[in-house]
């Protein structure tokens, strides 16, 4: 069984400041992690994907998480937040083993003050 | 390309009435989803597939209805809407199973009154 956690349904920052959304998950066989973006009114689009090797991923607009065996964590950070950052994020797991279902979290809304 | 588009972007329906979302892909995926999302809840898998003319039931079946009769497209029924069903709902597509990216559609607006 697989599992994903969202710590906050909100998080709110100033331009400028860090991004931390953070994500735990729940798997009994090695993860693939992802972290997809939701614009308001649109569809949900990958930001960045970890399968295997390189613990910490680089994805678009700036945003990087690292995978952490260890803690179960798969945390999404931005060194600087811009006010186009505020959106819906959502992680989501699948399972090795031929599974090819995933399993999203509830999502965290990203506020961006000025 | 056009990538995963559905038709239609919204709609309102009463209880007890039937309709059919339609998602259609250009990218030649084998796999399809269908997901609804709603406040608070994140997205939750209706059905999927994995090829042409198979379908498989994912956490929300009930109440829907799926087929692919063709690679590029993925029907979802509701045969009797109820007002439970109000929700967005998104198709998604994927090259391949675990590991590839979903590339989702913009989503179709439903309300049932």
């Given amino acids: ?3 994903v956690t969202q710590l906050g349904s909100h998080v709110s920052v100033s331009e400028g400041a860090l991004v931390l959304l953070r994500c735990n998950y729940s798997s009994s066989v090695p993860p693939y992690l992802f972290w997809y973006v939701q614009y308001p009114n649109q569809g949900l689009q990958l930001l960045l994907k970890y399968t295997t090797g390189a613990t910490l ?3 678009i607009n700036g945003f990087e998480a690292e995978f952490k065996k260890s803690e179960t964590s798969f945390h999404l950070t931005k060194p600087s937040a811009h006010m186009s950052d505020a959106a819906e994020y959502f992680c989501a797991v699948t399972s090795g083993g031929g599974s090819y279902i995933p399993t999203f979290g509830r999502g965290t809304s990203l506020i961006v003050h000025p | 390309n056009a990538g995963v588009t559905q038709t239609p972007k919204f709609r309102v329906l ?3 009435q039937s309709m059919t979302l339609l998602c259609a892909q250009d990218m030649n995926h084998e796999y399809m989803y269908w997901y609804r999302q709603d406040p608070g809840m994140g997205l939750r898998l209706i059905h999927y597939s994995v090829g042409e003319g ?3 039931k994912g956490e929300v079946p009930d109440g ?3 087929s692919r009769l063709k690679k590029q497209n993925f029907l979802l029924g509701l045969e009797s809407a109820a007002p439970s069903q109000t929700s967005v ?3 998604a597509s994927s090259y391949s ?3 590839a990216k979903q590339y989702f559609g913009p989503g179709t607006r ?4």
């Fill in chain 1, 1 to 3: 069984a697989q599992s």
């Fill in chain 1, 57 to 59: 991923v680089k994805g």
């Fill in chain 2, 14 to 16: 009463k209880t007890g």
């Fill in chain 2, 54 to 56: 198979t379908t498989a």
């Fill in chain 2, 64 to 66: 829907y209805n799926v």
């Fill in chain 2, 89 to 91: 709902y998104f198709c």
């Fill in chain 2, 97 to 99: 199973g675990t590991s």
């Fill in chain 2, 110 to 113: 439903l309300t049932v009154t």
